[in-house]
T-cell receptor, first 112, second 109 residues
Framework: ETGVTQTPRHLVMGMTNKKSLKCEQH?????MYWYKQSAKKPLELMFV???????ENNSVPSRFSPECPNSSHLFLHLHTLQPEDSALYLC???????????FGQGTRLTVV | GQNIDQPTEMTATEGAIVQINCTYQ??????LFWYQQHAGEAPTFLSY??LDGLEEKGRFSSFLSRSKGYSYLLLKELQMKDSASYLC??????????WGAGTKLIIKP
């Protein structure tokens, strides 16, 4: 148990669906992250929030939309995804941007 | 471009020692991290190096040479539970983490 909780753990969605991934951290951290992890590839940083302000957006397609309502919660809204978006989506948090990150268990997303 | 290189897969024997190497080319350097990830689980933090030298933490040690752009993770007295992927990540001058693809370590009895 890392103190970072993601729901759901598994999600299957059609290309026309809209769904949201949720992340919650109980560590009092100030920074939160969304990563995409595909098989045999490096972790891809998608979004970074520090003190609820977005500080990084690595050219992620607009079909992924993050939301950080407070320092403990982070959402990733999904719509009109493509099959190549199927992957493990990991949320992480850190006390500061410079310190080590703690990861959630991830959401295994399958787009059909 | 920026990249992190580490072997895709390694095999070692229970009770032995294994060294997992990581070389990096990044725009600036603000620290190197090692994470462990068991199949289907979250990555967990193992070690952090920002200065040259060896950091020891129990059975695990991590070494850094900034001039060579090189690090290794040393695992001693291997146990079956050490079977996992080991991820190397470097924080660049913009404090962005650049990740390697991970090394899958297989431990055999």
């Amino acid at each position: 148990e890392t103190g970072v909780t993601q729901t759901p753990r598994h999600l299957v969605m059609g290309m026309t669906n809209k769904k949201s991934l949720k992340c919650e951290q109980h560590l009092g951290h100030n920074a939160m992250y969304w990563y995409k992890q595909s098989a045999k590839k490096p972790l891809e940083l998608m979004f970074v929030y520090s003190l609820e302000e977005r500080v990084e957006n690595n050219s992620v397609p607009s079909r992924f939309s993050p939301e950080c309502p407070n320092s403990s919660h982070l959402f990733l809204h999904l719509h009109t995804l493509q099959p190549e978006d199927s992957a493990l989506y990991l949320c992480a948090s850190s006390r500061l941007l410079e310190t080590e990150a703690f990861f959630g268990q991830g959401t295994r997303l399958t787009v059909v | 471009g920026q990249n992190i290189d580490q072997p895709t897969e390694m095999t070692a024997t229970e009770g032995a020692i294994v060294q997992i190497n990581c070389t990096y080319q990044t725009s600036g350097f603000n620290g190197l991290f090692w994470y462990q990830q068991h199949a289907g689980e979250a990555p967990t933090f193992l070690s952090y190096n920002v200065l040259d030298g060896l950091e020891e933490k129990g059975r695990f040690s991590s070494f850094l040479s900034r001039s060579k752009g090189y690090s290794y993770l040393l695992l001693k007295e291997l146990q079956m539970k050490d079977s996992a992927s080991y991820l190397c990540a470097v924080r660049d001058s913009n404090y962005q983490l650049i990740w390697g693809a991970g090394t899958k370590l297989i431990i055999k009895p």
